[in-house]
């Protein structure tokens, strides 16, 4: 069958205190000496993600990296320039209708966020997805299903004009964007996502999760704090012992919810490891547990300066063990 057509572009979008920007790829200028990757904690994740990120949110997380400088023309309020985050989805599905053959959640997940400053140079975006991968691969992960957003965003913002006069202006939040990086890091493009119709509030710029709305309708772990994020949009907060479902209709209605039609986001499979080799590798960790090859080494003769004799040395690669060598002879 042959593969959807990917969009294309030149450009990569970079994120800075919730604003966009571009970098072509002919701009060049990266140097990876300067730069390195590493594991970080949540809270550290959290704090670059909900600053930078246009939709100033953080996925349920299960990994998270860093892209870290030493180079001081490029540090604004740090060495962290760059996060990658690798998250649960809402659904199971989401992760075994592109990866059948893998565990959800452990051995497969969702790059939820993926934000570079506007002050690292062009080109940085694929190298920091590799050491990702590669470190990801090393924890175990084997298959990543990420999405590229097409849906512009804008927001309202209130000004006052030069005579005093109350204004408002559509100011651009991003333009949407087509995962340039994912195709550049061979990742296979599976077309759109389902069309659906999403909750957009168009004075902030943001879409709504069903999700979130749906903590809230049955007051469920998560509920006050989505409440919380809907008085900040302008919603009045609700009043003890009000039904949530009612509030929620009227909160909505305040902060000017609009239902519109969302065409599907771009989606990508990027396989960590070959499929046929995990199947493989999956057989003998079933059925066998030790993978045993014999080899002949040449062995030096005991209590003789020089000499050899040829011995059988057996090579065994137990699974169980976390994944070992043992050597007998």
Not at 37 to 47: S, W
Request: one cysteine or more; hydrophobic letters at 40%.
């Amino acid at each position: 069958m042959p593969q959807p057509a990917s969009p294309t572009s030149t450009a990569c979008q970079r994120w800075t205190l919730g604003r966009h920007s571009w970098r072509h790829a002919s701009e060049g200028g990266f140097d990876r000496r300067r730069f390195t990757v590493a594991a970080i904690p949540e809270a550290l994740a959290r704090a670059f993600v909900c600053r930078h990120h246009y939709s100033a949110s953080y996925p349920a997380a299960r990994l998270a990296w860093g892209l870290f400088t030493d180079d001081e023309a490029l540090v604004d309020d740090g060495p962290l320039t760059g996060v990658a985050v690798l998250s649960v989805p809402m659904r199971a599905a989401v992760l075994t209708n592109v990866f059948p053959d893998l565990e959800p959640f452990t051995e497969s997940l969702e790059l939820g966020r993926f934000v570079l400053t506007d002050a690292v140079p062009a080109n940085a975006e694929s190298w920091f997805l590799a050491q990702v991968w590669r470190q990801a691969a090393a924890a175990s992960l084997r298959g990543v299903v990420t999405f590229a957003d097409p849906l512009q965003r804008q927001r309202a913002i209130a000004d006052v004009d030069e005579d005093g006069q109350s204004v408002t202006r559509v100011e651009t939040i991003t333009p949407g964007h087509v995962g340039v990086i994912y195709q550049a890091t061979n990742a296979v493009s599976l077309g759109r996502s389902t069309a659906r119709t999403i909750n957009y509030v168009p004075s902030a710029g943001l879409v709504l999760p069903e999700r979130t709305l749906s903590k809230i309708r049955t007051g469920e772990q998560g509920c006050e704090a989505a409440e919380r994020h809907l008085v900040t949009l302008g919603a009045r907060a609700r009043r003890a012992h009000e039904d949530t479902r009612s509030w929620l209709r009227t909160a909505l209605e305040e902060i000017g919810t609009q239902k519109i039609r969302h065409p599907g986001n771009h989606r990508y499979k990027c396989a960590l490891l070959h499929q046929m080799t995990l199947r493989r590798l999956r057989a003998v960790r079933d059925h066998h547990a030790l993978l045993t090859t014999v080899i002949l080494s040449r062995v030096p003769l005991l209590g003789q300066a020089s000499g050899f004799r040829w011995a059988c040395v057996t090579l065994t690669f137990d699974f169980w063990a976390g994944g070992s060598w043992l050597i007998s002879s």
